[in-house]
């Protein structure tokens, strides 16, 4: 069974997994950093409160 990983940004269509791999790889902690090493939320910016979320969840989860 596939799992579902949604389509974050849909300008660049990359993925929530896609996402949480580089904030965990490179370290990342803003929109901006994220931004500055993918292609996303550089278009029309409907993107960036989902890489929030995202960004809060995987650091909510590295601090338990």
Known sequence: MEKFDPVICECA????????????????????EI???????????????KIENILNEVYTHLLL
Not at 35 to 49: H, K, L, Q, T, Y
Request: a negative charge; glycine letters at 6%.
């Open 13 to 32: 269509n990359i993925t929530r997994s896609e996402i949480i791999d580089l904030i965990k790889k490179k370290k990342l902690s803003t929109v901006v």
């Open 35 to 49: 931004a500055d090493e993918s292609d996303v939320a550089g278009m029309c910016g409907a993107c960036i409160e």
